[in-house]
């Protein structure tokens, strides 16, 4: 299986930028995803990295570094509505199954 | 719409009783999923299904049982054998199983049991 370690709590403040780290330990890595997720609210699907480097889409950008386990979200101009949990996921292929395991989610809170 | 869909958004239960949470998508997906998120904790997946009339058990499939009749429906059921049933059930579908397929959630039902 995979161990998947996310920080529990960040703060930020609206305008600026903050990055959520990521580390996993996977035997058999085949992408990894990031969701946010509003209170009470079904996740949404974010990004999806299966090879190293930086992947940009507007103010979400997400980064992989296979061989050091490791991948983080950068969210640009924070605005009051990122105030959400954010969800880091892993695939592993080991076994034949593809279904990803998720971490426990990083809450972030953008305050004025 | 093409979507997912759960219901109910919230289900009251008392203890003791079965229940069933329903579970359509009409997104054409092979693959359906079902996920329990506890305060503080990561999706744990419960049961999954890459193929009508096939499931396989999840991480924490115990107390709950699933059935795949059509591609389109994938009810769980909470039995009176699951010692914590309240929380909040994820369904998820994807294309399939197989690599770089993402998988769409919706919207959950937060089950309590009284």
């Known amino acids: 299986g995979q161990n998947i370690d996310q920080p529990t709590e960040m703060t930020a403040t609206e305008g600026a930028i903050v990055q959520i780290n990521c580390t996993y330990q996977?035997?058999?890595?085949?992408?990894l995803f990031w969701y946010q997720q509003h209170a009470g609210e079904a996740p949404t699907f974010l990004s999806y990295?299966?090879?190293?480097g930086l992947e940009e889409k507007g103010r979400f950008s997400s980064f992989l570094s296979r061989s050091k386990g490791y991948s983080y979200l950068l969210l640009k101009e924070l605005q009051m509505k990122d105030s959400a949990s954010y969800l880091c996921a892993v695939r592993d292929r080991t076994g034949g199954s593809y279904i990803p395991t998720f971490g426990r989610g990083t809450s972030l809170i953008v305050h004025p | 719409d093409g979507g997912i869909t759960q219901s109910p958004k919230y289900l009251f239960r008392k203890e003791g009783q079965n229940v069933t949470l329903s579970c359509e998508q009409n997104?054409?997906?092979?693959?359906m999923y079902w996920y329990r998120q506890d305060p503080g904790q990561g999706l744990r997946l419960i049961y999954y299904s890459q193929i009508v009339n096939d499931f396989q058990k999840g991480d924490i499939a115990e107390g709950y049982s699933v059935s795949r009749e059509k591609k389109e429906s994938f009810p769980l059921t909470v039995t009176s054998a699951q010692k914590n049933p309240t929380a909040f059930y994820l369904c998820?579908?994807?294309?399939?199983?197989?690599?770089?397929?993402?998988?769409?959630f919706g919207p959950g039902t937060r089950l309590t049991v009284l």
């Open positions: 996977t035997s058999g890595f085949n992408g």
């Open positions: 997104l054409n997906h092979d693959a």
């Open positions: 998820a579908s994807s294309m399939s199983n197989r690599e770089s397929d993402t998988q769409y």
């Open positions: 990295n299966v090879l190293d």
